[in-house]
């Protein structure tokens, strides 16, 4: 995958060197570019803002600067990968976008070329997504209810989630398999809990399925809880379970919990205990 990141800000981006990313790009299986917004700029003071049309507080991102660089960068790939007609598709962070999920992360992990647009001041002129928008496939994308000062570090948390699903980036891909947001008729489940040896720590002890060997009903013991973490910290994510891969003993948890799977949360545990 290649993927090319355009900002004012490209020393942002040196975790990208550790870790997964930075051994995914040392294998080649990543190849990322930064590039410097200002070096499309024309005038002395390399200036990327200007004021809002209408007034208001801030300042705005030029479009012609960003136009000037995004053609430039996808000119340049074309070439690099040999594909004239290639185009990447271009992800533009903003607060307003759809929400970046686990499903839209293995989504990009399918691309073979992204294009990041991180803006800073009050964002980019929204002519830059429209223009774009009709030769490209153009995604703003949000990573949460939050406002951040600048795109670069919602770039980092997304090439981080794409990343690691790139084919011969993590040793074991059967953990992408179990992750939480997982797909699968499970979709959706937030991870269980995890633990390692010693099998006891300040007095804390280890379940003890985990060290019964029997793996039928360790797995039996994940699932739910899976569940049942998912119904305690993020009930909201029970209702979009698909309720064909829910079998009795999830049935059986869901009823315990107040909810049943198709059937908007009511109730939460200390509801149901009260
Ligand atoms: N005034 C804008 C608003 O309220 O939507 C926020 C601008 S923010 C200070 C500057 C830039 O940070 C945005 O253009 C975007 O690139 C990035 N950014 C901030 N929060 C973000 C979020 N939750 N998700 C993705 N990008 C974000």
Known sequence: MRVDIISIFPEYFAPLDVSLVGKARERGILEIRL???????????????????????GMVMKPEIWGEAIDAVISEGRSALGVPAGAPRMIVPTPSGRP???ETAIEYADEPWLLFTPARYEGIDSRVAAEYGSRLRVDEVSIGDYVLAGGE???????EAVGRLLPGVLGNA???ADDSFAPGPMANLLEGPVYTKPPV????EVPEILL??????????RRDQALRRTLEKR??????LDPAGLDKDDRKILAEFGTACGVSFR???HDVAN
């Open 267 to 269: 109730a939460r545990p």
């Open 212 to 221: 019964s060997g029997h793996h039928g009903k360790i797995a039996r013991w």
């Open 100 to 102: 970046f999920t686990q």
């Open 153 to 159: 570090a919602a770039v980092l948390v997304i090439v």
């Open 174 to 176: 059967r953990s992408v």
């Open 35 to 57: 590039h410097q917004l200002r070096d499309w700029t024309r005038d002395v003071h390399k200036t990327v803002d200007d004021t809002p049309y209408g007034g208001g507080p």
């Open 201 to 204: 720590w300040r007095g804390h």
């Open 235 to 240: 009930p909201e994510l029970v209702d979009r």
